[in-house]
């Protein structure tokens, strides 16, 4: 039973960060569409948490829809906050 789950921890950590180039440009995208008026210079966390969440949801099984909605929401969440609460 033990060897199971090494070699399923084994299989993840292999595929952890797995994405292409094409899965770039579409978060890229929905980047763009999810700032719309608002793009600050350094939103690139909010970027990053955005990205991260759309892809746990394409790992998921998710469609690409709730993925986008997914990556927006998530986008303009951190924006809204950042802006509340500046550093």
Not at 23 to 36: H, I, K, V
Not at 49 to 68: I, K, M
């Amino acid at each position: 039973m033990a060897m199971k789950w090494i070699f399923l921890a084994s299989v993840l950590s292999l595929l952890t960060g797995c994405t292409t180039n094409a899965d770039d440009q579409s978060l890229s995208a929905m980047s763009e569409q999810a700032a719309g008026h608002y793009i600050s210079p350094d939103d690139s966390y909010c970027r990053d948490v955005a990205r991260q969440r759309a892809a746990d949801a394409r790992a998921n099984g998710y469609s690409l829809e709730l993925e986008t909605s997914i990556f927006q929401g998530t986008y303009r969440d951190c924006i809204t906050r950042a802006a509340q609460h500046p550093n």
